[in-house]
């Protein structure tokens, strides 16, 4: 599985704790910054990250910024996307199997090491089920 990832300055610390998680689980995966807590403005890394998952150049993305709204609002401005601002772990599950959510969006300013270690965990391996309702559903969004 290969995962885009990237974040604001406010998702700057959660995201360099995400990246080491990856590493250490041996995911393949891009960072598209930012490199600091030197303010920035979140599109300009949510619609890369976004814009990479909807073309297909990665699996899934991961957002982060202070507190997940911005990134989950920008990211789901992109066709193809299904972005979900998670704060724990039934949300991640459910928004895998019922939504084949395919980019997950972080508060960086809300959540510690633990748990959002966890959350990005339990969303990674959960799939999607493929249930015909939830299906009718997805294509219902994409309409």
């Known amino acids: 599985m290969k995962i885009a ?5 406010g998702g700057y610390k959660l995201k360099e704790i995400i990246t ?16 600091s807590e030197e303010s920035v403005d ?3 890394y949510a619609y890369p990250v976004a814009e990479a998952v909807a073309r297909g150049e990665y699996d ?10 911005g990134v989950c609002i920008t990211a789901n401005k992109v066709k193809g996307i ?5 704060h724990d772990t039934y949300t991640a599950k459910q928004s895998r199997e019922h939504g084949d959510a ?4 972080l508060a960086g300013r809300r959540l510690s090491k633990a748990q959002a270690t966890k959350i990005v965990a339990v969303w ?3 799939e999607f089920s493929g249930d015909e309702r939830h ?3 997805i294509r219902k969004i994409e309409r």
């Open 82 to 86: 299904r972005a979900v601002l998670v």
């Open 135 to 137: 299906l009718r559903r």
């Open 42 to 44: 979140y599109p300009d």
């Open 60 to 69: 899934r993305g991961i957002l982060i910024c202070g507190s997940g709204v």
């Open 124 to 126: 990674l391996k959960t």
């Open 20 to 35: 080491a998680y990856l590493k250490r689980k041996k995911f393949e995966f891009k960072d598209f910054g930012t490199y």
């Open 5 to 9: 990832i990237g974040a604001d300055h």
């Open 102 to 105: 395919n980019v997950l969006c």
